[in-house]
C-alpha cells in the first residue's frame, strides 16, 4: 500500500539556525517528490520538488535531497527566518494508484526569534 | 486571477442536510481532485478526475459524490452530512496524469457540521 511517513511533527528552532525534515516512501515506483508549505488557515503551496532521476535540488535557502535506494527524502531550510514558521507536507507520487500524491502527516515548525 | 477557486470558503450546516462544495481552474490543467484535510492537519486524497473521468475513487462514504461537468471544473455533493464530516476540503489540479506533477491548491472550504 501507499505510505508516507515524516519525521518530525513539531520542530522549533532559533531564527538563523538550519531546520531538517525527513520523510520515506513505501513504493520503489514512486518518481516525484514535492514538498509543500500551509500557512495558518492558506492553502498548501508548492516550494520545491523533485524527480527520481536527480539527488538534489537547491532554491536559495530551501534545498531537497533524495536517497532513492532507502526511500528517503529530506527539506533543509538554512538561515531559517520566522516567516519559514508553518506546517510543511512531503508527498510522494504513486504511480501504480493513479499518479496521486500521497501526503505525510506534516511538521510544524517554528522559528523562534 | 485566481488559478483553483473554490466556494463558499464557509460552509456551516446542521446534520443530514445536503450541500455542494464548487471547484474552477483556469490553468488548463488535465487533472482536478478532492482533498480533505482533519483536525490533524492531515491531507487525504478523496476523489481525482482526469479530463472529466473518474480516476481515483478513495473509500469515502458514498454519501461524497464528485461531479465533473468539464475539465476545468470538479465539484462536491455531500448527502446526509454528519458530524464526523467536519473539516477543511481542498480542490486542486494538476497538468498531467501520467507523469506526477506538483498540485495547486484553492483556498479550501471549511465545512462544520452542527
Known amino acids: 500500500g501507499e505510505n508516507v511517513e515524516q519525521h518530525p511533527s513539531t520542530l522549533s528552532v532559533q531564527e538563523g539556525d538550519s531546520a531538517v525534515i525527513k520523510c520515506t516512501y513505501s513504493d520503489s515506483a514512486s518518481n516525484y517528490f514535492p514538498w509543500y508549505k500551509q500557512e495558518l488557515g492558506k492553502r498548501p503551496q508548492l516550494i520545491i520538488d523533485i524527480r527520481s532521476n536527480v539527488g538534489e535540488k537547491k532554491d536559495q535557502r530551501i534545498a531537497v535531497t533524495l536517497n532513492k535506494t532507502a526511500k528517503h527524502f529530506s527539506l533543509h531550510i538554512t538561515e531559517t527566518q520566522p516567516e519559514d514558521s508553518a506546517v510543511y507536507f512531503c508527498a510522494a507520487s504513486y504511480p501504480a494508484y493513479g499518479n496521486k500524491l500521497v501526503f505525510g502527516a506534516g511538521t510544524i515548525l517554528r522559528v523562534k526569534s | 486571477d485566481t488559478a483553483v477557486s473554490q466556494t463558499p470558503k464557509y460552509l456551516v450546516t446542521q446534520m443530514g442536510n445536503d450541500k455542494s462544495i464548487k471547484c474552477e481552474q483556469n490553468l488548463g490543467h488535465d487533472t482536478m481532485y478532492w482533498y480533505k484535510q482533519d483536525s490533524k492537519k492531515f491531507l487525504k486524497i478523496m476523489f481525482s478526475?482526469?479530463?472529466?473521468?473518474?480516476?481515483i475513487n478513495e473509500t469515502v462514504p458514498n454519501r461524497f459524490s464528485p461531479k465533473s461537468p468539464d475539465k476545468a471544473h470538479l465539484n462536491l455533493h455531500i448527502n446526509s452530512l454528519e458530524l464526523g464530516d467536519s473539516a477543511v476540503y481542498f480542490c486542486?489540479?494538476?497538468?498531467?496524469?501520467?507523469?506526477?506533477?506538483?498540485?495547486?491548491f484553492g483556498s479550501g472550504t471549511r465545512l462544520t457540521v452542527v
Open positions: 486542486a489540479s494538476s497538468q498531467g496524469f501520467l507523469g506526477a506533477y506538483g498540485y495547486t
Open positions: 478526475y482526469n479530463n472529466k473521468e473518474l480516476i
